[in-house]
């Protein structure tokens, strides 16, 4: 025989490649701080490109203001070290003046290198070159600029100057460790101030929310693990509530399992001694049919289908073991005969809370008889028990059954004259162990008729509920050819 498969084990995800805080609050902190340098970040070329123009600007005035030296020296000889002195203090190392397309030297420096420069024309710009300053920045050493600018302080076509970019270059370079300096404390400072705002309104809460999850995970019945509402109007304070009501919806549900465990395991106990009582109910029963009484033989078919539905219902929990419950046999039947016998299994009488039919006696529905008895007995015990606990009742009891064959449909119409349900219990009103509107009440009728109903493809709903009583329709699908021509009619 072959060796079985060994089950593999699931791979390993890999770990990320790049460090990334695994808290919120951290990740909130990085990003905004990212996010702020990235804007500076995007403000360095215009804010480089401005500082070079200025900078340009102040040389070409000054370069202008020394090329006026030659207009108001005597004579208009200016001497070699004061023409030195004037191109030292403008830092060029030429100065030129065009006048109407006729080029002019002013002055030039004697010690000026032979390499040639590149140009920069703030003459007329529609806006700033944003390139401009990194190609200074990343120039070759020693290279030249030949910069030309339209006149402030004279009429001339345009200045012009040419000196080496190296101190342009160092001023550059000044400028840009500044505005990073200013960039990163302002990221700093604006990520500090929205993450304590973020962190306030935004992570804090998550992180109630998280932790009252992980400790309502961990024990349910843990009154720490109850979210604490805020009472905030936006999508936390929603998160809170929504929180809080899965929590008790989850209690609750976890509640009703609970008690469908401990009830099945009793049943389970039980099922085999009730099994042996109906058997010895059922023995008795032969021997009544024997004695040949007429009252006893009148009242022995109620007896034997009542023992023979006890003891299908034993076995179907001895073969199930859960609440599910088998799959209806239906054909059609006749609802008057079903009803007579639910409202004599749910104690309805002239004297106490009577039955009020409105069924006629050729009326038929397609359903499973034992289930939709089942659903009858529940909806009319049910009625008998409201309407005998009504504080302060004077008026008789009724209990008032219908039926309506509405496209292809059969619709069968329970009407009490209670107190109708309470609010409280509307919400659960066919939830196992939740939805009875008594104190004493299991609540779990109702569930079980509405389980039956569904089973036929149909459904059990409350249609009306108020002072003057509660109304549940029981919808469940076809209708018989008699049935239809009794509507009809």
């Known amino acids: 025989m072959a060796d079985a498969p060994t089950p593999q084990e699931p791979p390993i995800p890999e770990r990320p490649r790049f460090f990334w805080p695994g808290g919120l609050s951290a990740r909130l902190l990085t990003l905004t701080i990212l996010f702020v340098a990235f804007g500076g970040a995007l403000s360095l070329p215009p804010a480089l490109a401005a500082f070079e123009e200025q900078w340009l600007l102040d040389r070409v005035r000054a370069a202008e203001l020394a090329s006026l030296a030659p207009e108001v020296a005597p004579d208009r000889v200016v001497s070699e ?48 070159d944003l390139l401009a300053p990194f190609r200074t920045l990343f120039s070759a050493p020693d290279s030249r600029m030949r910069v030309m600018a339209a006149p402030r302080f004279r009429k001339a076509d345009f200045v ?32 500090v101030l929205v993450y304590l705002t973020l962190n306030y309104f935004l992570v804090r809460p998550m992180q109630r929310i998280t932790y009252a999850m992980e400790r309502f995970r961990a024990d349910p019945d843990d009154p720490q693990a109850r979210v604490p509402l805020s009472g905030r109007r936006d ?64 009242a022995l078919p109620r007896l034997e289908r009542a023992l023979d539905r006890a003891v299908s219902l034993a076995s179907g929990v001895l073969a199930y073991g859960k609440t599910q419950e088998p799959a209806p046999e239906s054909r059609p039947v006749r609802l008057a005969a079903v009803l007579e016998a639910a409202a004599e299994e749910a104690r309805l009488t002239p004297e106490g809370v009577r039955l009020a039919s409105d ?131």
């Open 235 to 298: 999508e936390i304070g929603r998160a809170e509530s929504e929180l809080d009501r899965m929590q008790a919806d989850l209690r609750v549900a976890l509640n009703s399992r609970a008690r469908l465990a401990a009830l099945g395991e009793a049943v389970a106990k039980i099922n085999h001694d009730l099994k042996n009582m109906l058997t010895s109910a059922q023995i008795a029963s032969e021997r009544l049919a024997a004695l040949k009484d007429p009252k006893v033989s009148q």
């Open 160 to 191: 012009e100057f040419v000196a080496p970019d190296a101190e342009l270059k160092k001023a550059l370079v000044g400028y840009l460790w500044r505005v990073v300096l200013i960039i990163a404390f302002v990221s700093a400072m604006a990520g």
């Open 81 to 128: 070290q004061l023409k030195t002195e004037l191109l030292r203090g403008a830092g060029v190392e030429i100065v030129a003046i065009s006048n109407e397309k006729i080029r002019s030297l002013v002055f030039a420096s004697t010690d000026r290198t032979a390499k040639a420069p590149y140009l920069v024309d703030l003459r007329g710009n529609v806006g700033l």
């Open 359 to 489: 069924v006629d006696a050729a009326d038929q529905v397609v359903a499973d008889p034992d289930q939709l008895h089942r659903i009858l007995v529940n909806l009319l015990r049910n009625a008998r028990e409201a309407i005998e606990h009504q504080e302060g009742r004077d008026a008789p009891g009724e209990v008032a059954v219908s039926v309506a064959y509405p496209d292809n449909f059969t619709v069968i119409r329970v009407a009490d004259n209670g107190p109708g349900l309470p609010e409280r219990a509307r919400d659960r009103l066919f939830q196992p162990f939740a939805g009875s509107g008594r104190p004493d009440g299991a609540g779990l009728g109702l569930a079980i008729a509405r389980e039956l109903a569904q089973g036929h493809g149909g459904d059990l709903v409350l249609a009306e509920s108020g002072p003057a009583g509660a109304v549940f329709e029981v919808r469940l699908p076809g209708a018989p050819p008699r049935a239809r021509k009794a509507s009809a009619s």
